[in-house]
């Protein structure tokens, strides 16, 4: 074949890096188009369907799922064969780069990412400028790190059905530095029906970098026990239940820290808003604590503003709503929505963000404004819809401000 029909017939095969990757079912999940499958050892990408969409690479904690290799295009790499991997094979070295065009994929660099349509990714990809930096994969599937139960308090009133628990794990002497915003792997015990291991689940980290201790080699996160599918049909949720059920002593089986760009900015007078439901308040409260011990120590930023939107289904249902409560008003402006407070409207955390829109557009017209949106997958687009509705009220064009915020790394959403 000449070389340049050998180029032309080069396609770039998406790929997931069996080394790094912590079969956390998150790809699997999130593919638009049933992609992605697997089987008991290996995530792996079907190349007949996949469109290289993206939508898969943002939601990796580890950033396995974005590999992308060019191949001949009669020699793609079967399932058989990604499922036989322990490592990604040696990438094809290309005839000829400059000869290289792929239907709309550059070979040489990743595919790139159109802002709109099917390609489009809300959030940022890059932290704040002035992000601390993190550590991330520290520990995988190969070494997992085991962590000692320290402590395991319900966080939702006894009188809700909702358990929400606050679940701290002490790593004693092994390193696990991380940063508010992180989150870790739990690989619950035992196999599933099929009778392969089980995935780890993710947990976002609700406490500050220093511990949930302050200067304690420990973190904390916020777990609600899974009883229901999303569906509502009853369900016993495998690892949020093992974790609701941990005892104080108990040993856990953790992976990670993950997560490089849902970090808050460090630099002083930076604004931070914050929108969570659920258990998505983890790392605001993670942010918030961080926030609160620099004020504590003499170190705080009074220019710097923290105001939080936050989403439940009743005050019983909510996690920390008693320490939120006691926050200085001057230090927090907190906002709650509540969705079925007996006698009351229902409402959602866009609405409340709609009755404040005159103060989100002052804190979007400053340069210094980052926001972190967390918790239900549902409410994403209704978020974005006020964050242009308020940039709208003050002559802002969405588009403009948006595309601003996500190069600058100051729009950063996590849903699940
Ligand atoms: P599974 O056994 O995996 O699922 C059982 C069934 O329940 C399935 O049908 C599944 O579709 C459904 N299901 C799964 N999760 C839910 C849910 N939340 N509500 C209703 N149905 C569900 N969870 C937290 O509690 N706290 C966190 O801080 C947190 N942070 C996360 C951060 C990231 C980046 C991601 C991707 C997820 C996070 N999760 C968090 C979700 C968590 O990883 C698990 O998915 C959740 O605990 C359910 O796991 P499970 O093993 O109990 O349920
Ligand atoms: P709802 O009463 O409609 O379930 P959960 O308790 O399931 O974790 O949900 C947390 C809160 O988020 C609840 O108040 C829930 O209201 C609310 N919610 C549900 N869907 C959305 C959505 N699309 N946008 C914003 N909030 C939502």
């Known amino acids: 074949m000449a070389m340049s029909e050998q180029a032309q017939s080069i396609k770039k ?4 890096d069996p080394e790094i990757c912590i079969r956390c079912n998150t790809c699997e999940e999130t593919c638009p188009i049933d992609a992605i499958t697997h089987d008991g050892t290996n995530y792996v990408v079907r190349s007949d369907i996949c469109n290289h969409c993206m939508a898969c690479v943002a939601p990796c904690p580890t950033g396995a799922i974005d590999n992308w290799q060019p191949v001949f295009a009669d020699k793609m790499y079967s399932l058989e064969e990604q499922y036989s991997w322990e490592q990604l094979p040696a990438p094809l070295t290309p005839p000829d780069p400059a000869e290289e065009r792929i239907a709309g994929v550059d070979v040489a660099g990743e595919p790139e990412l159109t802002i709109q349509g099917s390609n489009y990714v809300s959030g940022s990809q890059v932290p704040p400028w002035s992000a601390s930096h993190s550590y991330t994969n520290l520990y995988g599937t190969r070494n997992v790190i085991t962590a000692t139960v320290s ?4 966080l939702t009133d006894e009188s809700s059905d909702s358990d929400i628990r606050h679940v701290v794990l002490d790593f004693g002497d092994a390193p696990f530095p991380v940063l508010e915003g992180q989150s870790i792997g739990i690989i619950p015990p035992g196999a599933d029906a099929a009778n392969r291991l089980h995935h780890a689940r993710q947990y976002s980290l609700a406490s500050p970098r220093d ?8 973190v904390s996160i ?3 026990r899974v009883v229901q599918d999303y569906d ?11 974790v609701c059920d941990l005892k104080k002593g108990d040993k856990v089986q953790v992976i990670g820290p993950f997560g490089h760009t849902f970090l808050m900015p460090n630099h002083p007078g930076a604004n931070i808003i914050m929108i969570c439901t659920g258990t998505g308040s983890a790392p605001m409260r993670a942010m ?3 926030r609160r011990r620099k004020r504590g120590d003499g170190q705080g930023d009074e220019r710097g503003k923290l105001m939080l939107f936050f989403g439940a289904r009743c005050e019983q249902e909510l996690p920390y709503f008693g320490p939120l409560n006691k926050l200085p008003k001057d230090f927090i402006d907190i906002n709650f929505a509540f969705s079925r407070t007996p006698g009351q409207p229902k409402k959602y955390v866009q ?5 404040r829109l005159p103060d989100l557009l002052a804190l979007l017209k400053d340069e210094d404004t980052y926001i972190y949106v967390c918790g239900l997958k549902g409410m994403e687009s209704g978020v974005l819809e006020v964050l242009q509705e308020a940039a709208a009220s003050g002559g802002m064009q969405w588009p403009d401000l948006h595309a601003t915020l996500r190069q600058k790394g100051r ?4 849903t699940y």
Request: with cysteine; hydrophobic share 20%; charged share 30%.
């Open 288 to 290: 918030t604590e961080r």
């Open 151 to 154: 402590g395991n308090y319900r």
């Open 351 to 355: 609405d409340v963000m709609r009755e």
């Open 232 to 242: 509502g049909n009853p369900v016993r949720g495998v690892c949020s239940n093992y």
């Open 222 to 224: 916020t777990v609600k």
């Open 411 to 414: 729009l950063h959403l996590e």
């Open 211 to 218: 511990g949930e201790r302050p200067r304690y080699n420990n």
């Open 13 to 16: 095969q998406h790929l997931i």
